[in-house]
């Protein structure tokens, strides 16, 4: 019997990653992108206007303006201002500003209307927006009431990004936010890893559908909907390969389907009793066994091995509370790990106990807790679970705590390693 971190080492030793391929956009959202996304222009392409208003070269106070045209969206300005006549802050500009305001009483000075995004025109050291502005005849207009700056309402030319420029990197997870600033580059395509393809195997002769009333000894099949869901949230093609019954013939032939996907898991027929014949029946099968038994508690009986064709196979309990619980440890990082190229185990987080409680100890423990933030700190309260074939109490459970494998009194705020129950938690 092993160690968890030690189980997690052998599974690491056995992967590989998943091949690439080419998606649209909309395809691509929860996918993991295999290279760099890169700008194919500068943003924005060209100076631009962040307000609705009037592009002038110089501004002057209580004075009038001659609007020479009008740029609306999807327009480029065909007028220039000309050079700007002065600088504010400059000897040169003050005697200039003193020459632009007697060419601005005479009506002369340029200004161009321009609608927010458009290109700003030659000449402009600034737009005064709409709201300071007041229509004083036909093609005319007075600004006031703002506190001109050079540059004022003007977004330069790659301020935002330049053209090579890094949008997202490779092994990003893309989200849906994220196609937007994707399509504005002119990306339609991203090349991602392929989703990893999951068949699931329940087994037991005493299984039957979840639409069925069972009979004297028989239970629902609920690991299959339970193992599937499980490895669709992580983002797997599943392959639903049913119940296999507790014969040599009905599993081989279940398993073999099974070995055709990247990873296979099964539930149940894994332990110690006279019909767990899965570790004969994947031998037959020539997948290579590579450890059978964690210290964990729920979940001692894991078996994973790999076949020649290199399908990871991972036999998890039949216990449905122990499925999950080895689901979450071990296959669920591994989907993760091969949709994104790279390695995504999942590390324990620091939490402190809400409420006192006693361990009796034995095999290393994860017990279903609440965990909520309390003062910013996550605080955990452990569940009053009944075993692993209680699912009802993990109906209000978030996270497994690890109570570890000795004896304990845990008091309210000792410090207690949790795991989330997804990888991505608001805590």
Known sequence: MIEIEQARKLIQDQLDWNPTELVSLQQAVGRTTAREAVSDLDSPPFDKSLVDGFAIADYAEQLDYRILETVTAGQVPKKSLGEPSFSPGSQAGEDKASGQQDALLTGTAPAIRIMTGCPIPEGASGVVMVEDSRETGPDQVRLEGCRFRPGQNILPRGTVIEKGGHLLPAHHTVRAHDLGA?????????????????????????????????????????????????ARNCHAEVRQLGVARDDRESLEAAIRKGLENDILVIAGG???????????????????????????????????????????????????????????????????????????????????????????????????????????????????????????????????????????????GDEIPFLPFHAEPSF
């Not at 037991?204 to 099949?221: F, H, K, Y």
């Not at 059978?292 to 001692?300: A, T, Y």
């Open 182 to 230: 994707l399509a504005e580059f002119g990306i339609v395509d991203l090349e991602v890893y392929r989703k990893t393809r999951v068949a699931v195997l329940a087994t037991g002769d005493e299984l039957v559908d979840p639409a069925e009333t069972p009979g004297p000894g028989q239970i629902r099949n609920s690991n299959g909907s339970l193992l599937e869901s499980l």
């Open 270 to 412: 894994v332990s110690a009793g006279i019909l767990d014949l899965i570790p004969q029946c994947l031998a037959r099968q020539q997948v290579h066994q590579v450890f059978h038994k964690v210290n964990l508690k729920p979940g001692k009986p894991l078996w994973f091995g790999k076949s020649e064709q290199g399908t990871l196979v991972f036999g998890l309990p039949g216990n449905p509370v122990s499925a999950l619980v080895c689901f979450r440890l071990f296959v669920e990082p591994v989907i993760r790990s091969k949709n994104a190229g790279r390695c995504e185990w999942d590390s324990f987080r620091p939490g402190t106990v809400a409420e006192r409680f006693e361990h009796r100890g034995g095999r290393r423990t994860l017990w279903p807790a609440e965990v909520t933030l309390e003062s910013g700190q996550p605080r955990l309260r452990r569940l009053d679970w009944k075993g692993s074939a209680d699912q009802v109490t993990f109906l209000k459970a978030n996270c497994l705590a690890d109570l570890g494998s000795r004896p304990r009194t845990f008091a309210e």
